[in-house]
């Protein structure tokens, strides 16, 4: 398994939803996942998926610069970061963001590559 290839298209998937269709975002989550935004700290598949649906715009376009991962924990997790531009509808300039994401990768996943 090659963790950038897997992190990449963790990514290109991740950010071609959320610019698609926010709410199929929630498939990727667990209970346990949180989401921090501006400080507010959100938790849960569901909640996530609620929280994202809310945000104050409703069409988006990622373009992805860098995608960094690095190995985390020893059950095969991986630390994603990534940096890019977001261009919101009807704006004339693209905003900057980052986000990081920790996948943890299960088993059956693991044993199909």
Same mark, same amino acid.
């Given at each position: ?6 992190? @990449? ?14 709410? &199929? !975002? ?12 501006? &400080?507010? @700290?959100? #938790? $849960?598949?569901? /909640?996530? /998926? /609620?929280? !994202? /649906?809310? !945000?104050?715009?409703?069409? =988006? ?7 960094? =991962?690095?190995?985390? $924990?020893?059950? &095969? &997790? ?5 940096? $890019?531009?977001?261009?919101?509808? $009807?704006?004339?300039?693209?905003? @900057?963001?980052? #986000? ?14």
């Amino acid at each position: 398994m090659d963790p950038d290839a897997v992190a @990449k298209a963790f990514v290109e998937h991740y950010y071609r939803t959320f610019d698609s269709n926010r709410a &199929g !975002l929630a498939n990727l989550y667990q209970e346990g996942s949180m989401l921090t935004f501006e &400080g507010a @700290k959100t #938790q $849960g598949a569901q /909640a996530i /998926a /609620a929280k !994202l /649906a809310t !945000l104050p715009f409703q069409q =988006c376009l990622h373009n992805i610069s860098t995608v960094d =991962c690095q190995p985390s $924990g020893p059950a &095969g &997790g991986m630390l994603v970061f990534v940096s $890019g531009s977001l261009q919101l509808a $009807g704006e004339q300039h693209a905003l @900057k963001f980052s #986000q990081v994401s920790i996948l943890f990768l299960l088993p059956p996943f693991l044993a199909s590559n």
